[in-house]
């Protein structure tokens, strides 16, 4: 999306004009003008000179974002902050005291003598045409002050794309003009002698109103755009965050250089209590760093050498030397900026109803206030009583709010998302996601770490935990296993010294061994430790209660006597279960996909507390079942963003629970920065109540018209008697975008864990067949596009993760359609849609070191 800055715009109708003539631009695919940010998205292949030229056509200013910042040698984050600086209130105030200065002297003059008797100089002594020349010169002052109203609104009534200046112009302008009619009326009528129609034509002035109508305008512009400047805050509170400068080392030597001249590669230092300036690789040293500017976490995170940093976060203990491995644009804190930008230049589905009544607004209204002057004069009404009508028409009608109610919320929503480490991509991605029905999620480093730790350690009678960890470190300590991995990782924890052991032996036969001071020990599964020794019957009952609970149980033995079983297990993240209960108490059913078997991936979900669990999905699979889960409602995917990426981008809603690198995945329309899966349910959160907030900006700016209108043009006065005064529609109008920009603001307010509030939409059922089923419906489906099956006999495969690899392998293959993998039977089923030869398969295998002894 090639992003542009517009200038020019003062309303909602002013945006709509932009929208409409850039989309007719050949090659522009879609068009969005944001009027809060004034910045405009598009996307297609039409040359930014065009685009620039047809905004320009339209009556408004273009450029592309970021030029600027080229041409002056500034960063575009430097540009980007201060476009975002709110550099109309100052002009605004300014405008304000000097109109007010004036305006309270024509005050005096129109209201203060005329109505309540105050003194004037002898001068102005029954002169009423002194009077009225110097409300005249007045009134001509204020319109100078805010000559601004006039030039964009005549302007724009030019190009025949009226806006909102242009029913202020049209407003004030009548009333100056009738005035000033009225006061030559006056000269005619006080040289013919008739003091009567003099004072008739005094009572016919409105200056007052011409002034009051554009300094009341100019109060409500200036508290918009000091509201308006509170909505970027989250925006702005990020590119503070954002380094000015780097200490790099240089031919030996520390240089502190701009950050803009840091480049990959560069050795940059960081000492306690500075802020990382780029994304890198700690070299040297450790440190703790605070990176709640990305997450929103506040507790620090423990870095050593070859642990991974990001700009932006603060360093607050110890000093560290590290590699520049992204660098400008291409960082962690610029990436989040960006998706928040892009969101802002974004417009959600529901502003497309506010879209196509601005079109049309402000035409309307000068229709009506024409037509209201006419109907006025036709019922024999006073010119000055039916000009009071058409001007107060024209003043109370406020297309700025109809709008401001969605990109305001938008802006406050998708900011507040941020500083919690949710990030929403585009202001679609903000509104749907509330409005999902079924979420499925991945099981693998989504709903558990997607790392292997001991769970549990079963010693045989007379052996102890420790004796058995330290025989099962000593044998696993020169494995790569993923579960020796754990074994050894949780030894280190206990802080136990693992011994060296020689005639190291992986066997086929799905074990290990070895010795250690002379004595055998051997490990492995179940089928492989009963050829090295006895296992109770108390011990093997122990261990199918492990596999039930998706654990992997792992056997060892010492000189021929059992020792104990050691479980290892993929463990769910602490937040998991609650996360899940609270997406179920929101109306939300919760399904678990995963390519594991169906014994773990039940454990797995009944631990999680998930509605339905479907296993054996293979990543193409998962794209599948999310397009049958569609039938029954929304769908959101939560995944890593890597090997779920076919299926986040099918689903109506991706999310990608990772930070760092994961920032950039494509395949999302969500990112949680922060990895937990509680941010789910806290996104959710989040979009209903910023949708809830669209709706009820819309519904005051729909009201306020609806209601307003009608009063100014006079429709109750035969009713009720009400009238509305020019100035008091002014002053409406002046503060109903206020009333808007202001309720979005109240989204800051809004605690987006709080599940204690949460609705419970419909739960939508899920299919008995799509759950138990999905096998079977796979299968079928693979037979219908004619595959065919072969089966591997397999040596090797000791566990849950030595399937997954073989799995993994096969799969990668062209032609395997998909490989159903048992390290119990030691065999790999293999579903073919082209013909693969068998030394291919056997080849693959066995680069994973494992044995294939035949293929059938």
């Not at 206030?369 to 009071?388: K, N």
Request: proline share 3%.
């Amino acid at each position: 999306m090639q992003q542009f800055i517009v200038t020019g715009m003062s309303c909602a109708a002013c945006s709509a004009r932009v929208e409409k003539a850039v989309s007719k631009v050949e090659g522009v695919t879609s068009c969005s003008v944001s009027l809060l940010t004034n910045s405009m998205g598009v996307e297609g292949t039409a040359a930014d000179q065009a685009i620039i030229q047809a905004v320009e056509a339209a009556g408004y200013g273009a450029s592309v974002k970021g030029e600027a910042a080229e041409h002056s040698g500034a960063s575009s984050m430097a540009a980007e902050e201060e476009m975002l600086k709110d550099h109309d209130t100052p002009v605004l105030k300014r405008r304000l005291l000097a109109s007010l200065g004036f305006l309270i002297v024509l005050m005096y003059f129109s209201m203060g003598h005329m109505m309540w008797g105050w003194p004037l100089p002898a001068f102005f002594e029954n002169n009423h045409i002194a009077m009225g020349l110097v409300q005249l010169l007045l009134t001509g002052i204020v319109m100078v002050i805010n000559q601004k109203f006039f030039i964009s609104g005549f302007t724009s009534l030019a190009h025949r794309a009226p806006n909102m200046d242009t029913l202020v112009a049209l407003g004030s302008t009548a009333a100056f003009g009738y005035s000033t009619y009225a006061l030559f009326a006056m000269t005619d009528a006080q040289v013919k002698g008739d003091m009567e129609m003099v004072m008739h034509y005094m009572h016919e002035f409105y200056f007052e109103s011409a002034a009051m109508i554009l300094t009341l305008i100019t109060v409500g512009k200036m508290l918009e755009a000091r509201s308006k400047g509170k909505t970027t805050d989250a925006l702005k509170g990020l590119m503070k965050l954002a380094s000015k400068t780097a200490v790099v080392e240089r031919n030996g030597q520390e240089v502190t250089v701009p950050i803009e001249q840091v480049k990959k590669g560069d050795i940059f230092l960081v000492r306690p209590g500075e802020n990382v300036p780029v994304d890198g690789v700690i070299l040297e040293g450790t440190s703790a760093l605070n990176e709640a500017a990305l997450t929103g976490e506040s507790i620090p995170v423990d870095k050593k050498p070859g642990d991974v940093v990001s700009a932006a976060t603060l360093n607050q203990s110890g000093f560290i030397r590290c590699e520049a491995t992204r660098v400008g644009e291409d960082t962690t804190l610029s990436q989040i900026i960006q998706m928040v930008s892009d969101a802002a230049a974004t417009k959600a589905p529901i502003a497309k109803i506010a879209d196509k009544v601005s079109g049309v607004f402000v035409p309307a209204v000068i229709t009506i206030a024409v037509i209201t002057m006419i109907v006025c004069l036709l019922a024999g009404e006073s010119v000055g009583f039916a000009l009071a009508r058409g001007i107060s028409v024209l003043v109370i009608s406020c297309p700025c709010a109809l709008g401001l109610a969605t990109p305001v919320a938008i802006m406050v929503g998708n900011g507040m998302g941020a500083k919690n480490g949710i990030l929403f991509k585009t202001a679609v991605s903000l509104e749907e996601t509330g409005k999902v029905q079924i979420v499925a999620l991945d099981k693998t480093g989504t709903i558990t770490n997607g790392e292997p730790v001991v769970t549990d350690m079963v010693p045989a009678e007379g052996v102890t935990e420790e004796s058995l960890l330290a025989l099962a470190a000593s044998l696993e300590k020169r494995s790569e296993h993923p579960l020796a991995k754990a074994i050894l990782k949780y030894a280190g924890e206990q802080q136990l010294t693992v011994e060296d052991v020689y005639e190291f032996e992986a066997l086929p036969g799905n074990g290990l061994t070895a010795v250690r001071k002379g004595v055998k020990l051997a490990g492995g599964n179940y089928a492989f430790i009963r050829t090295q020794t006895e296992v109770s019957e108390d011990l093997l009952k122990q261990s199918e209660a492990l596999a039930e609970q998706g654990k992997t149980p792992m056997f060892f033995s010492e000189n021929g006597r059992l020792a104990g079983i050691i479980a290892v297990a993929d463990t769910m993240k602490e937040d998991s279960r609650q996360a899940v209960s609270e997406l179920r108490n929101m109306g939300i059913r919760v399904v678990m996909l995963t390519g594991d078997n169906e014994r773990t991936a039940r454990a797995i979900g009944a631990q999680a507390g998930v509605d339905d669990v479907i296993a054996g999905v293979l990543p193409d699979g998962k794209e599948s079942v999310i397009r049958k889960l569609q039938q029954y409602g929304k769908v959101a995917m939560v995944g890593d963003g890597i090997n779920d990426a076919p299926a986040l981008t099918k689903a109506d809603m991706g999310i990608a629970i990772g930070a760092g690198t994961d920032v950039a995945i494509d395949a999302a329309d969500v990112v949680l920065m922060k990895s937990r899966l509680s941010d789910v349910a806290a996104a959710v959160r989040l979009s209903r109540a910023t949708l809830r907030n669209i709706h009820e900006n819309l519904f005051w700016a729909f009201f306020y018209n609806v209601i307003g209108i009608p009063l100014a043009a006079g429709v109750w006065i035969p009713t009720f008697g009400w009238t509305l005064n020019p100035m008091f529609g002014a002053a409406a109008m002046s503060l109903s975008s206020f009333c808007v920009v202001t309720n979005a603001l109240r989204l800051n307010l809004f605690n987006m864990h709080d599940a204690k509030k949460d609705k419970k939409l419909k739960n939508p059922a899920i299919i008995k067949e799509l759950v138990d089923n999905n096998k079977t419906n796979h299968n079928q489906e693979n037979k219908e596009i004619g595959t065919m099956k072969k089966t591997m006999k397999i040596e090797g495969m000791m566990c849950g993760h030595c399937e997954a690899t073989v799995k993994k392998a096969l799969e990668g293959l062209d032609g395997v359609a998909s490989a159903e993998v048992s390290h119990e039977a030691g065999t790999a089923v293999v579903e073919l849609s082209a013909d693969v030869a068998d030394d291919v398969l056997k080849k693959t295998v066995e680069d994973k070191d494992y044995k294939v002894t035949a293929i059938n």
